[in-house]
């Protein structure tokens, strides 16, 4: 990837004692920023634009400091800053460029090739435009693959996950109904037992009364003692009856 450009102040015509303190701000800027010194640079472009507000070539050299540090976002607003001003087709372009290469700093690919196309649109015979746009189209291609097969493997991982919870959820059906049979089958198993253990019950129940004799009250036994000798004696008055009423109706033999 080439580096970015720097406006370098070329016109030395001074208009005024105004228009020169800025211009020998960027100056000075210029040369800490050379030096590798972009704070120092900072400050002086800072300055230049506090001498003249929306002064251009400070604006643009002053995002360039700011790329070194490494501060893209603030970097990205100053050119493109420069590039919603009335500057020239050169300055322009210039501007697209370095905004191509801050956004390929955040990986933002596609941003970077936008920006690249903007800048050889306005300058088409700049060379290292044409190759980092080549380089950003590369860059691009190989994110939007690994994109894809992120989401591929986001899709599989998620099918998998499915698949796995519906096997969990089938294991878990499968476990619940053989366990509810298990418990069924006990149940069953008890009912029987149960069953079974009346009638061994009621079966010992009714030997047992079978085997016992069966008891009745002392009030009981004596009236069927008085009953039965109630009935013995009238027994015994009927056979008298019987047999008086028979010597009675018997002839005597005796010969009188």
């Known amino acids: ?23 020998k701000r960027v100056r000075k800027g210029n040369s800490e920023y050379k030096e590798g010194k972009y704070q120092d640079a900072e400050k002086e472009y800072r300055k230049a634009l506090m001498e003249k507000p929306g002064y251009a070539k400070g604006t643009f050299n002053l995002g360039d400091a700011m790329y070194e540090q ?48 903007n800048s050889l649109r306005l300058n088409p015979t700049d060379k290292n435009a044409k190759y980092n746009l080549e380089y950003a189209r590369k860059k691009l291609k190989q994110q ?19 698949n796995k919870d519906q096997n969990k959820d089938k294991d878990k059906k499968d476990q619940d109904k053989k366990d509810q049979e298990n418990k069924d089958d006990q149940n069953k198993d008890k009912q029987d037992q149960d069953k079974n253990n009346q009638d061994k019950g009621d079966q010992k ?43 009675k109706g018997r002839k005597s033999d005796i010969d009188w």
């Open 70 to 117: 490494k501060n893209y976002e603030e970097s990205k607003k100053l050119f493109s800053e420069v590039i919603e001003r009335k500057t020239t087709r050169e300055e322009k372009a210039a501007a697209y460029y370095n905004l191509g290469n801050t956004t390929m700093k955040e990986n933002k690919f596609q941003e970077s090739v936008d920006a690249f196309k």
């Open 144 to 162: 939007q693959q690994q994109q894809q097969q992120q989401d591929q493997n986001k899709d599989q991982d998620k099918k998998d996950q499915e």
């Open 205 to 247: 129940k009714d030997q047992k009364q079978q085997q016992k004799p069966q008891q009745i009250s002392k009030q009981d036994a004596q009236r069927m003692l008085d009953a039965l000798q109630n009935d013995e004696k009238k027994t015994l008055q009927k056979l008298q009856k019987q047999k008086a009423k028979a010597a």
């Open 1 to 23: 990837m080439r580096t970015i450009l720097i406006l370098i102040i070329t016109t030395l015509t001074i208009t005024s004692g105004y228009s020169q303190q800025e211009k």
